[in-house]
């Protein structure tokens, strides 16, 4: 937040810096995003918060040029594994909306008034404004882009009033919420019910064609697919049901969500940007290893590569237990297999249910549709599946039941809010998890930008063929240069093998 640093940002309009600060305009009572196109204010009329709640804070507007609200969000509360870069993250997935600030507070472990504390002087606000500024950046969206009533809008985006609705809306962005329907213009809004379109921001570059040729190869049926340059998937949000379109295009990713519960809004947005890494920081962590002269042509050849991350945690690690030692396609087919004993178990076909005769279904899913992508099983779901369901060893069986146990009583937290060192110690301590899987997750479900596994098969064999050490010990020693981003250095190497 130093001011001459912010200033020249801003007198440049460097769009890297989006989304790191908001400049607030003391002479115009609005704030905005660094790269927005309006004249450069004065120094005496500028100030720089660190969160947009902090300027509404502050008692200023959103600008309606730039649509600060709509920035990517930022690289450090995306990758900070601290309380403040937790809290921020389970913000975003709107475990206040669902759970109030005592909920944020008891599944960070600190008290209501330390959080708010912390939060106030790293973020400039408490967490009740951070989610208030995300209930007004939610409520925009669906105000343009839906034709629901205002009052459903209220409720969707998480406010306990329409006043309170009312009052926010004008607050951010000084004008009513009608207001904003009208100046949405000849947009129209999409056809079905719970259906939205929107933009996710991201800085550039973005290697989208590495993001959708890893989704690919791993996708697996009935959960999601990639077509024609667009990634589907089905998702488990916490009021249901859900699918998504991602495509992605010049400055943005285009979404299409189709929600159960509009509730789900904010947290499906949340869990799509994780899962592209949107709110990475490419030129950094392009800079610091294209300092490698090894790694140097790979970076100029295909800048903005990104850790492909993941929209469910439990998902994720049960398909890293399954890949242990052996093929992506081997680790694609057993998992197909087991989504294939789910859906038996779903319809009552060979399940454990007494009280069901064969062919008979259970009551479907919120949301789902014959021939729909679905979210991967819960941890509940996971326990339902029968020994013949699982088609693999017993050991790695037993494996993934443990882990359902661990997730579904509690023991076990697979969110990205998680406490990472906590939660790797408690995911070793499981009986068939080791180095690698623990890794593998802190990389893709944690979100940790510094994981190496030197282990890993393709991992040596990338680096090898660009002429790096190749044995586990020395390539970890020689990955020291590329602090704080091995995980991005790791996905480089996967693509070099």
Not at 85 to 92: D, N, P, S, V
Not at 128 to 151: D, F, H, K, N, S
Not at 405 to 413: H, P
Not at 466 to 490: I, Q
Request: net charge positive; with cysteine.
């Amino acid at each position: 937040m130093d001011f001459e640093r912010c200033y020249r940002a801003v007198d440049s309009r460097d769009q890297r810096f989006d989304g790191w600060f908001y400049t607030g305009v003391t002479s115009t009572g609005i704030y905005c995003r660094p790269s927005c196109p309006a004249t450069t204010p004065k120094r005496q009329n500028v100030r720089f918060f660190p969160s947009a709640a902090a300027a509404q804070g502050a008692g200023l507007r959103a600008c309606r040029r730039c649509r600060p609200d709509a920035a990517p969000g930022s690289p450090q509360w995306d990758v900070r594994a601290d309380v403040v870069g937790r809290a921020m993250r389970l913000i975003a997935d709107g475990v206040v909306d669902r759970d109030g600030v005592p909920g944020l507070a008891a599944r960070l472990g600190y008290t209501e008034r330390h959080l708010h504390r912390m939060l106030r002087a790293e973020m400039g606000a408490g967490p009740l404004a951070l989610a208030r500024a995300q209930r007004a950046q939610t409520a925009r969206i669906l105000i343009e882009t839906t034709g629901l009533g205002m009052a459903e809008i209220a409720f969707a985006a998480g406010f306990g009033s329409v006043r309170q609705f009312n009052d926010t809306v004008r607050e951010v962005y000084a004008i009513a919420p009608s207001e904003l329907r009208a100046a949405r213009g000849r947009h129209q809004a999409p056809v079905g019910a719970g259906t939205l379109t929107l933009r996710l921001a991201y800085r550039a570059p973005l290697h989208a064609r590495a993001l959708l040729d890893f989704l690919s190869v791993r996708a697996l049926p009935g959960v999601e697919e990639v077509r024609d340059g667009t990634y589907h998937r089905g998702l488990r949000l916490p009021h249901g049901a859900g699918q998504v379109a991602l495509t992605p295009a010049d400055g943005h990713v285009a979404a299409t969500l189709r929600l159960a519960d509009l509730r789900d809004l904010a947290p499906a947005v949340a869990r799509c940007r994780r899962l592209l890494d949107l709110d990475a920081d490419p030129v950094a962590i392009d800079a610091t290893l294209a300092a490698d002269p090894a790694l140097a042509p790979a970076v100029a050849a295909e800048p903005g590569i990104r850790v492909p991350r993941a929209v469910d945690g439990f998902e994720l690690a049960v398909r890293a237990i399954i890949g242990q030692q052996v093929s992506v396609t081997s680790a694609r087919t057993t998992l197909t297999r087991l989504l294939a004993a789910r859906d038996r178990l779903d319809h009552g076909i060979g399940g454990p249910d007494g009280d069901r005769t064969a062919g008979q279904p259970r009551d479907r899913h919120d949301g789902d549709q014959p021939g729909s992508l679905r979210g991967f099983p819960s941890a509940e779901e996971m326990l339902g599946v029968p020994d013949e369901g699982f088609g693999m060893p017993v050991g790695r069986r037993e494996t993934v039941r443990a882990l359902a146990r661990a997730v579904a009583d509690g023991q076990l937290d697979l969110a990205s809010g998680g406490d990472r060192e906590e939660t790797v110690r408690r995911l070793l301590a499981l009986p068939g998890i080791g180095p690698w899987t623990a890794g593998y997750l802190a990389m893709r479900a944690f979100g940790d930008p510094d994981v190496l596994l030197p282990t890993d098969l393709a991992v040596r064999r990338g680096a090898a063929a660009l002429g790096l050490p190749d044995t586990a010990k020395t390539l970890d020693a020689y990955a020291e240069r590329w602090r704080p981003w091995r995980s991005y250095a790791t996905i480089r190497l996967w693509r070099a093998a």
